[in-house]
């Protein structure tokens, strides 16, 4: 088999990630990223200076929280795709960012910190815009769409974070090639 029908990466072709393995991807870097987020809400929530009105203690812990939040989230995906090609849950399974074909300069090769942060930015507007009761709502649709696009776009898997980003999530394992229409 040719290098270039394999879909290693930087071989010419990219083949798209399978569903489950994303959601895999998804759940494993969820809870890595959860589980800080979770500590360092409960941080803030406890230690953010206010007087004793705890309606603005309140409104203010979850303004900090959900600043530091989205950036703990956006940095993690940014951070680790700059570094490895993909966030540990990726890594994991076998799967990479890449900049996407589709567009009109995708390359195909690594994806840039710029594509990934705007990506990150659809997936996570909820958490960065949780403190403001109706447009948090309205974020929170945008992040559910963003993901579940990526199901609706058949073969390619891109959902609305990764068109707004040029990426796509392709796979680092060799597929066999069919011989069909060769």
Same mark, same amino acid.
Request: aromatic residues 6%; glycine residues 12%.
């Given at each position: 088999?040719?290098?270039? !029908?394999? =879909?290693?990466?930087?071989? #010419? ?20 990223? =959860?589980?800080? =987020? ?12 206010? #007087? ?10 979850? !303004? ?7 950036? !703990? ?9 700059? !570094?490895?090609?993909? &966030? ?26 710029? =594509?990934?942060?705007?990506? $990150? ?14 447009? *948090?709502?309205?974020?929170? *649709? ?22 707004? *980003?040029?990426?796509?999530?392709? &796979? ?5 090639? $069919? $011989?069909?229409?060769?």
């Amino acid at each position: 088999m040719s290098d270039a !029908l394999s =879909g290693r990466p930087g071989a #010419g072709i990219q083949v798209p990630a399978g569903m489950g393995m994303r959601v895999l991807a998804r759940v494993i870097d969820l809870v890595i990223v =959860g589980s800080i =987020g979770l500590v360092v809400s409960a941080a803030v929530s406890y230690e953010v200076p206010v #007087g004793s009105e705890t309606m603005m203690k309140e409104f203010l812990a979850s !303004l900090v929280s959900s600043l530091i939040l989205f950036v !703990l989230y956006a940095g993690y995906e940014v951070a680790f795709t700059a !570094l490895y090609g993909a &966030t540990p849950g990726k890594l994991f399974c076998g799967l990479r960012i890449a900049m996407s074909t589709e567009e009109e300069d995708g390359s195909g090769g690594p994806a840039d910190a710029l =594509g990934v942060l705007k990506r $990150s930015t659809v997936l996570y507007l909820s958490v960065l815009l949780n403190f403001v009761p109706v447009i *948090g709502l309205l974020a929170l *649709g945008v992040s559910i769409y963003a993901v579940t696009s990526a199901f609706l776009d058949q073969p390619r898997g891109r959902g609305l974070h990764d068109r707004l *980003g040029g990426t796509e999530v392709v &796979t680092t394992r060799e597929r066999p090639v $069919s $011989s069909e229409g060769a």
